[in-house]
């Protein structure tokens, strides 16, 4: 596997409708997404971007649910983490599917997650502008 960019670093919040306005009226970022049903929320700091994910509380109760993870743009997230399983990684989110990407969740040696992610549209790292 081989980690083609930064996709995105992700925060978990407790109430995104809370954590919204802090991100974008105190620190001043720019929101550029925002998807209050799925608790989703993405804002415009170079060169990257941040995401706010609102904890589902029934869900998210793995190692470090309430802290950051990165996301690491990979060809294929299937085998990304079939490789990680042979090394004797830790699963935490099996692979999923949106309509946007594919993603899968792992853990490093001391339990910090790491989001192994990929677009349909084969872009890494920042897309500017978001559409």
């Known amino acids: 596997m081989e980690a083609r960019a930064v996709d995105f670093i992700m925060y978990n919040v407790t109430d995104l409708e809370t954590a919204l306005p802090f991100y974008r009226d105190t620190l001043g970022l720019d929101l550029e997404e925002h998807l209050a049903e799925f608790g989703w929320a993405e804002f415009a700091v170079e060169p990257t971007t941040l995401a706010l994910n609102e904890l589902d509380f029934e869900g998210d109760q793995g190692p470090n649910a309430g802290g950051a993870a990165v996301a690491l ?56 502008p978001f559409p």
């Open 73 to 128: 743009s990979v060809d294929d997230v299937e085998a990304a983490i079939e490789e990680v399983s042979a090394a004797g990684g830790t699963v935490l989110q099996e692979p999923m599917e949106t309509e946007v990407c594919d993603m899968a969740t792992v853990a490093d040696p001391d339990d910090n997650p790491i989001t192994l992610h990929h677009r349909h549209d084969g872009t890494a790292g920042r897309r500017d």
